[in-house]
């Protein structure tokens, strides 16, 4: 992407990448409205960062959708390895079934494959809500190469496909009453009804899986997907447009996204929940775990992990070093 740097998409992506964390961390040591605080977070920050990573896919070369299937490969084997010998589970050293988060790199590689052969189809956008809403009838498919995840979220990654930074622009536009209202309504909503089944919003599951009324199934499914999309918009709203002081941090979400795992799983190991017994240190906790998020995303983080970021640009560089090692002689 030529010209200068959008920093409205930086700042989303941070705060996203801020809820994700917080969204983990809320796993681990539940509190009072922790359930409700939860489900408001996972209602929209991924079906933001994936419509956020379909606007960009416009502007990707086709190295970097390589350079995620080798990042998946990388950081599966690393966090199977880590369950082993640090959580000491029993598990063994897979690529079949994405380990977590690491579902949102098989997805992302598999929606920047099939885009060009998608968005050939006279309504693209319809045909992927349609296989979004089909696909939980089929109990097979699951968790298994996050397939279930990469079909219902593909709506959003499309989506974002197709967005221009003008209809971002529109969303700014908006009267402020609107996105208000929107998260409001979906904080009252939780407050009063919040025991729905959790996969409605993971989307790893088949209906049959998680219990759904079969004539009924598909339509929770539509009104979650308009529920995400619709605070979605009223968060994009509130980003801001300009250059802030965690701006920089927001270009740098990735090795966040893929390193905090390794913190977040190492916690709840050890259940630290069970010292963590008043609120003012709940509180500690999470502020902490924000705290390390920042951390990673600091630039000498991503010095030191540019080979694991960045495996096809670590391969020629090796290639290229050996090239001019060769010419020498």
Known sequence: MNG??????????????????????????????????????????????VAIAGYFAKFHKREKVWNLLLQYVIFQTLYCLFSIFILDQNTKVQYSRPYWILWFLLSLFCWKVILPYVSRLKYPLLFAIVAALIVGYDSSIGYTLGLSRTIVFFPFFLAGYYLKKEHFNKIKELSFVIPLAIILVSVMALYFKSDFHRGLLYNSRSYSAMGLNPYFAWLYRLAFLFWGALLGLSFFYFVP?????????????????????????????????????????????????????????LRIVEILTTWLMKPIKTINLIKDSLRCRHNQR
Do not use: W
């Not at 447009?241 to 390193?259: D, E, P, Y």
């Not at 977040?264 to 003012?280: A, D, E, F, V, W």
């Open 4 to 49: 200068p740097r959008d920093y409205f998409f930086d700042n989303a992506k941070y705060l996203l990448m801020m809820l994700v964390v917080l969204g983990h961390g809320l796993e681990i040591v539940s509190g009072k409205y922790s359930n409700e605080i939860y489900r408001f977070i996972y209602l929209f920050h991924m079906p933001c960062f």
């Open 241 to 297: 447009k300009g250059k802030v002081f965690f701006s920089a941090f927001g270009a740098r979400t990735l090795q966040v996204f893929l390193l905090h795992g390794f913190m977040m799983r190492y916690l709840g190991h050890i259940k630290i929940s069970k010292i963590l017994n008043t609120p003012s240190l709940k509180m500690l906790f999470y502020i902490g775990i924000l705290v390390a998020a920042n951390i990673l995303a």
